[in-house]
């Protein structure tokens, strides 16, 4: 097993067990980890106080590895995540019971046994509509929200063309 291979077992090892001091412990002090919709998290504070706001939103919170590819000092990560959005508020949305099934693919580069950057990619907008913070693909809800949507963007468009503008 290659040394960046080796770095991305143990981190999603400790990920699964919630073991933040163990996840840490994986990575390059002041490494960054950027995550697709949530921004650029800094190493150890930024990314400590998102994870501990996760683990606590979803206290049942489930994580595993579908598939690992390694080549040189990346690894790409294919993962699955599920569990029930029942404790703390989550990035300020208070939590509702729903069960959150999610996957996605993180791509890290390893330096020295360590990881220097993750880049970390999901659809969160399936978890937004699991929670119910966006409407149901294909519901009454979503087309009404696609419509207004369309509205704003041809009244936009009707006032940037109004002549002595």
Request: charged fraction near 25%; charge should be negative; glycine fraction near 10%.
């Amino acid at each position: 097993m290659s040394e960046a291979t080796e770095a991305a077992r143990k981190y999603y090892e400790a990920i699964a067990r919630q073991d933040l001091d163990a996840a840490e412990a994986c990575w390059i002090p002041g490494g960054i980890d950027h995550l697709a919709p949530v921004g650029e998290l800094v190493v150890p504070e930024g990314w400590r106080a998102y994870f501990e706001e996760l683990f606590a939103a979803v206290p049942d919170f489930q994580y595993e590895v579908a598939d690992m590819i390694s080549e040189g000092d990346r690894v790409a990560v294919h993962w699955r995540a599920s569990g029930t959005f029942s404790g703390e508020p989550l990035q300020g949305v208070r939590s509702n019971g729903a069960r959150l099934s999610t996957s996605g693919v993180d791509v890290l580069q390893v330096e020295n046994g360590l990881i220097r950057r993750l880049d970390s990619y999901w659809d969160d907008a399936g978890v937004a509509r699991q929670i119910g913070i966006l409407p149901a693909k294909g519901s009454r809800q979503e087309r009404a929200l696609t419509a207004l949507f369309n509205a704003r963007t041809r009244a936009g468009r009707m006032v940037r063309r109004r002549p002595g503008r």
